[in-house]
């Protein structure tokens, strides 16, 4: 058993893509603002601000690739 066994392992790649689809459909079409601007808002669960920062990553590399 490794020392970060117990971590959560954050959301999975189909969680992050249905999110980046809702955070478009949310914020007209700007999935990246979004959920920058939900991460800026705070209030979040911490299940919650993982998956929009896995959003933003996801987001950043399709952007820059």
Do not use: D, I, N
């Amino acid at each position: 058993m490794s020392l970060f066994s117990w971590l959560p392992t954050g959301a999975s790649e189909a969680e992050v893509r249905s999110e980046v689809w809702s955070l478009g459909v949310r914020h007209r079409g700007e999935p990246l603002e979004g959920a920058l601007s939900e991460l800026k808002a705070g209030g979040l669960s911490s299940e919650r601000a993982q998956l929009l920062q896995a959003c933003v990553r996801k987001l950043k590399q399709a952007r820059s690739g």
